[in-house]
């Protein structure tokens, strides 16, 4: 096969072998090349190109080695210190997180101890035996002080050293620079540097993989070494990822040279030579591999590094300089995003810890930093960058506002195009692609929106749909410990706030007959699964509801509630599903559903039903001619991996029984959850993942479920009123006394009259029309009174507010 051969039919699930990538050694279009290596860029980094943003800490420049091209380390100087104080470090931490930094950057010259005196006596009067024990001691004051995340190059360590560092850091890294000994003889660049015999530091990578920590390395060209030597060193990172999967990036350097260094006067490697060696990487690791190129060192050229097949800048940092090429500045992030964006790429933020590894933080994450991590990530490992979660009372953020209101312009990217077509279209999508879609930021986000907005407007027109409904939770005893519920109480819950009850069935009654007084069409009735209870429990309530209000639609029980309730009765579901029809039970809410993998709920929910008892309770419910809901729980453990397989979960049940009414996301409040309390998951999805659920579940679920609902208790009026342009045509019910998302820490209030709800639809442009469960419009007297009894509960509530102040006057 010729050269050209093999670039063009090269297949983005194999990567090139040793002799194929030595073949392209004199490869002759380099624009092949190039093009080959974005292509493969693509398929896993989509447009983005990531960067985090740091402050670079120089703890020490003392270091032993004698590299022929640094400036970094010196010899000590009269007059300074040769280790930065723990309270200058802080300081310059502190700068950074004014300015945004996430990330903390330790360098430092490798083992000064070993070869100056005044580095052991400065040590030791510091208390420490090593420089790299004084780091630690460096890494856990600034994370505890500022909050920064510490990622350390600290040079050749033993496992001993990697463990102490794993506990205060998130990531580490040491370049390799070349595998070449020739560069350790007499004359080569690393002669006389002990540190940086190539054997020396695959040992310390091995070890660092051994012990699961996320660690960065690259080549440094330029140095002496040979293109082919170069592709070793290549292979040579390869093997050792393939082992331990450990290593999230690949640094490709360019060597400057620097005044004052033995290698001033060496040739810089050209444009096209680093280009050359960009693409070869990227060719021979997996497309999903982080391949690195640092901005300041090729100032001119950034836009054809993104070409050559670049997805990461690598740190920036806003307030301190590059201490190891102080002669190149780092660009401004305006500069850097505006170069990114001229590339046809987004410039996106990333922690210290690159995001398929934040994912994973009981692997990758020591047990003391894994909290924090989680407070600091969204579902892709990604940071957040707002303070927004859901539940809570405050400003929407203002970058994901305006990607909304920029939707009617964008032009999505051409993969992008192809799904969003897809989608319009009514077909299923696969997993990777809602994946992606889930990804999206910028451009994208907008056009997802867009895209989700046109299919609402084809199939529901601009009406916006919302129920009058009470919520009647008839006990919050529970038997169950899910892990993300602050609503049950009892010895056997996760017990938090409010006490605990098991309503009588003449209260159930009373708060029907209100309810009906009050203008509600249906009553939503869920409950804790009481140890008590047995499935004739819930036909007497049934008969309760019925029995107060017979005109009243009931909406009750979870699948999680009917599997109990058949299985404390003896029978088979089908057999209770019909007992509880003909009690007079309406359709079924779809909760209990959290996320439908059991891959997360056997951590979310362990001792809940698991995912096939779901769907077949849900599948027999709708054979039996009960009409029900489909939710999702999600911001909390999960991934977006799970959120696509939820989806297409609930779109193929769908295609066989199409029972379900509406898809209603449901983001995690988190602030009283217990796993969130115990440090094991995140504060809920964050404002973009929130839009972006009710948007790609309109795509991902269009032609077979019509109606997308949001939830105004999670996210509030405004953010409701976001949701309306990205897909949603219904906004649930007015609920009266919702007490779940409450107790969990939301702040959003128990009730939105129909005024209030009318008031939110109208202002978006849309026409508002009270509904049925079942979607049918309301009836006109049912309404009216709903109206009026609103509007009387607002005025006595006037009253007595006046009352009250003359009284204390």
């Known amino acids: 096969m010729n050269l050209n051969s093999l670039l063009h039919n090269f297949s983005h699930d194999r990567r090139l072998t040793r002799e194929e990538a030595v073949r392209l050694v004199d490869a002759g279009r380099l624009d092949d090349l190039l093009s080959a290596a974005a292509a493969r860029r693509d398929t896993a980094h989509g447009r983005q190109v990531s960067y985090s943003r740091k402050v670079f800490i120089p703890l020490t420049q003392l270091c032993r080695d004698v590299c022929h091209y640094c400036t970094f380390a010196h010899a000590p100087r009269a007059g300074e210190k040769p280790f930065l104080s723990i309270d200058q470090m ?92 020739r560069l350790c003889e007499k004359g080569g660049a690393h002669h006389g540097s002990p540190d940086k015999v190539p054997a020396a530091r695959l040992e310390t990578m091995k070890l660092a993989g051994e ?120 660009p401004h992030l305006r500069v850097l995003e505006a170069a990114t964006k001229a590339a046809g790429m987004d410039l996106v933020e990333r922690l210290a810890i690159y995001p398929a590894f934040a994912r994973d933080t009981n692997r990758w994450v020591d047990q003391g930093l894994r909290t924090a991590v989680l407070n600091r990530i969204d579902g892709d490992g990604m940071p957040r960058v707002d303070d927004w979660c859901p539940g809570h009372v405050g400003q929407l953020p203002a970058r994901e506002l305006d990607w909304i209101a920029k939707a009617p312009s964008v032009t999505p990217s051409d993969n992008l195009g192809r799904v969003l077509a897809k989608a319009q279209r009514g077909e299923a999508l696969g997993e990777g692609e809602i994946v992606n879609l889930f990804r999206a930021r910028g451009d994208d986000f907008s056009a997802i929106c867009r895209a989700a907005d046109e299919l609402r ?66 009553v939503c009735m869920q409950g804790g699964i009481h140890p008590s209870y047995t499935g004739q429990k819930y036909l007497d309530i049934c008969r309760t509801v019925k029995g107060a209000v ?72 709708h054979l039996v001619g009960f009409r029900s809901t489909a939710t999702i729980m999600f911001g909390h453990i999960e991934g977006y991996q799970h959120w696509a397989r939820h989806l297409l ?120 029309r009270q509904r049925t469960t079942v979607y049918s419009d309301a009836d006109n007297v049912v309404r009216q009174r709903s109206f009026d009894a609103a509007a009387a509960r607002a005025i006595e509530a006037a009253r007595d507010k006046n009352v009250h102040m003359v009284a204390s006057s």
């Open 649 to 768: 979960r609930i779109r193929n049940l769908q295609a066989d029984t199409g029972g379900f009414t509406e898809f209603v996301p449901l983001p995690f409040v988190h602030m009283e959850a217990p796993i969130y309390l115990k440090g094991r998951a995140r504060p809920g999805p964050t404002f973009r993942e929130a839009i972006l659920m009710h948007a790609v579940a309109r795509l991902a679920l269009h032609s077979l479920i019509p109606n997308i609902q949001a939830s105004w208790v999670k996210l509030g009026a405004e953010g409701v009123r976001q949701c309306l342009s990205a897909g949603v045509n219904d906004l649930g019910g007015t609920l009266m006394d919702e007490s779940i998302s409450r107790s969990a820490g939301a702040s959003h209030g128990q009730e939105m009259t129909p005024q209030e709800m009318e008031r939110i639809i109208l202002s978006s442009g849309r026409t508002p």
């Open 90 to 181: 802080i300081a310059i931490a502190e700068a950074g997180k004014k300015a945004g930094c996430k990330e903390a950057l330790f360098t430092l010259g490798d083992k000064p101890e070993l070869r100056y005196r005044v580095a052991r006596e400065e040590l030791d009067r510091l208390g420490h035996a090593t420089t790299l024990s004084y780091v630690a001691e460096a890494a856990g004051a600034v994370f505890r002080a500022t909050g920064l995340m510490p990622h350390i190059n600290p040079g050749l360590m033993t496992g001993d050293d990697l463990d102490a560092l794993r506990k205060v850091s998130v990531s580490q890294g040491i370049m390799l620079e070349s595998v070449s000994d």
């Open 457 to 522: 407007r084809d199939v529901n027109g601009d009406v916006v749909s919302y129920v009058v409904t009470r919520n009647i939770n008839y006990t919050n005893i529970c038997s169950f410990k899910c892990q993300f519920c602050a609503f049950s109480k009892g010895k056997m819950s996760e017990n938090l706030r409010g006490r605990p009850y098991d309503l009588d069935m003449q209260e159930v009654a009373g708060r029907v007959v209100e309810a009906w007084e009050r203008g509600a069409s249906e």
């Open 550 to 621: 017979p005109q009243m639609h009931m909406h009750a029980f979870s699948p999680l509630e009917i599997h109990q309730g058949a299985q404390t009765l003896g029978i088979p579901v089908i057999e209770f599903l019909r007992e509880l029809k003909a009690a007079g039970l309406g359709t079924l809410p779809g909760t209990a559903a959290e996320i439908l993998d059991d891959e997360v709920r056997v951590v979310l929910c362990a001792d809940k039903i698991r995912t096939q008892q779901w769907l077949d309770v849900m599948r027999a419910a």
């Open 211 to 330: 012990r699961q920590i996320p660690f960065t390395s690259g080549i440094l060209i330029g140095i002496g070494e040979t293109r082919q030597e170069r592709i070793d060193s290549l292979f040579a990172l390869r093997d050792l990822n393939d082992q331990h999967g450990h290593i999230q990036e690949i640094i490709v350097q360019n060597f400057r040279p620097k005044v004052g260094t033995r290698m001033e006067d060496a040739a810089s490697p050209d444009v096209d030579d680093h280009l050359w060696t960009i693409a070869i990487a990227r060719l021979i690791f997996e497309p999903q591999m982080n391949i690195q190129a640092p901005p300041n060192l090729s100032p001119g050229a950034l836009g054809r590094l993104v070409a050559a097949g670049i997805s990461d800048w690598g740190g920036v940092s806003p307030v301190t300089p590059d201490h190891v090429n102080p002669e190149a500045p780092w």
